[in-house]
């Protein structure tokens, strides 16, 4: 069952009637007890010891409720009743006060905690005043020493659920259940009883409106409704093309051109800028390898050593390239070459990441190779990226003039 009002406002009302006084019993059987019914906290049974001073039921001093301990450089206060320490107005766990007292390390609180004696000095540890006392702590509990400890799910008590002053007498629930509005009581006694029939539909004025069937309905009915309403557009938004109708076929009844796939041209990438700074590096236009241009500011090693980038690239060409390199599993053939051994995988990775775009372009540019005259009158191919050079990684041209003559003798075809 679940609650479904408030608790009664009796302040300015007094309750004399039989049925209010049903409804707030009920109200404490939703397991929220009366505070008159809650049976009151017994405090720690007093017995007569043998010497005539009272002790409580786990057998310290009654007058004792109260401990006063020090651990490193806290001072705080042990309440037995409760098992916690009391430090700067809050109650704290004894590991917790450890760590507050500069021993987070340490997680032997009985004997890191001491007891503070009546004139100020610094006693017995408090696992030697609990061994005395024969007593122990477990949780938020105190217990006599040598019995079972609490159950560290929780205290021991009777459950709610099952308490008796939870329960509900079934004369209570058929009480509330024989009322008229179940759940809707607003718990004010003044209050006068809902309406049972809501107030008549006020009348707007206008036309009744009209329902009508628009799937049997044609295309040109649907037209002639649509420009006589207020709306011109009003059947646009429900229909992408008209009803009964493929959507290839609007121009001849609509008159309107039917949507046309716009043909996407992908452009070619222009030739990235890093790849450009590489391909020179292995012309040995470049002194240095462009590792700026990939974005390090330390070198790349393998194995401990600088990667040796025109070394990869000739021992991968040798072994035809990268596909055929992975194909053929040669990597670590390729890493003995290169002097590091077990780091195949190292020389594949770095030869995608560096040279493999410079590859893609040589091969792009063997491609549309057209034959280029040198300056002797015999043909070479393209070059690197589209330029007509001798080789693509052999010597450059020797000089100026002769570069300008293979290309004025270019032949195209």
């Known amino acids: 069952m679940h609650q479904y009002w408030p608790p009664l406002r009796t302040t300015d009302h007094q309750i004399s009637s039989g049925e209010h006084r049903g409804q707030y019993q009920l109200h404490n059987t939703f397991g929220v007890p009366h505070p008159s019914a809650r049976p009151p906290e ?17 057998g310290y001093p009654s007058g004792l409720e109260k401990l006063d301990i020090i651990c490193g450089t806290a001072r705080g206060t042990l309440l037995l009743q409760r098992a ?11 590991t917790d006060f450890e760590r507050v007292g500069g021993r987070a390390t340490t997680k032997k609180w009985k004997t890191s905690v001491r007891v503070m004696e009546e004139d100020g000095q610094i006693g017995q540890t408090l696992g030697d005043w609990l061994a005395e006392n024969h007593l122990d702590m477990r949780g938020r509990q105190l217990y006599k020493a040598g019995e079972r400890p609490p159950d560290r799910s929780g205290s021991p008590g009777t459950s709610r659920r099952t308490s008796p002053i939870a329960m509900a007498s079934p004369v209570e629930i058929l009480n509330h259940a024989g009322q008229r509005n179940l759940g809707m009581l607003p718990g004010d006694p003044t209050m006068g009883e809902l309406p049972f029939e809501m107030p008549a539909r006020m009348d707007v004025g206008g036309p009744e409106p009209e329902l009508i069937d628009i799937g049997v309905m044609s295309h040109s009915e649907l037209m002639d409704m649509s420009a006589g309403s207020r709306d011109a557009d009003l059947l646009a938004g429900l229909f992408s093309h008209p009803p009964g109708v493929a959507p290839g076929r609007q121009a001849y009844i609509t ?35 462009p590792w700026g241009a990939f974005g390090h500011r330390n070198v790349p090693t393998i194995g401990g050593r600088e990667v040796d980038l025109r070394g990869l690239w000739r021992c991968c060409k040798e072994q035809g390239g990268f ?25 594949r990775l770095n030869y995608k990441t560096y040279l493999l775009g410079v590859e893609q372009q040589q091969r792009l540019a063997e491609r549309t190779t057209i034959p280029a005259a040198d300056h002797d009158g015999a043909s070479g191919p393209v070059g690197r990226f589209g330029l007509p050079t001798a080789t693509l990684h052999g010597s450059s041209l020797r000089h100026s003039h002769s570069a300008h003559a293979a290309l004025d003798n270019v032949t195209w075809r």
């Open 42 to 58: 017994s405090s720690p049974s007093m017995t007569s010891s043998a010497s005539g001073g009272a002790h409580s039921s786990l």
């Open 255 to 289: 008159g309107q051109e039917p949507s046309k796939r716009q043909k996407v041209v992908q452009q070619s990438l222009g030739i990235d800028e890093r790849t450009v700074q590489m391909g020179e590096y292995l012309d040995g236009q470049r002194a240095d390898p």
């Open 84 to 94: 916690r320490i009391l430090h700067e107005g809050r109650e704290i766990s004894p």
């Open 323 to 347: 596909e055929q390199t992975c194909k053929a599993r040669r990597w670590s053939k390729v890493a003995t070459e290169l002097g590091i051994t077990n780091h195949g995988h190292n020389c």
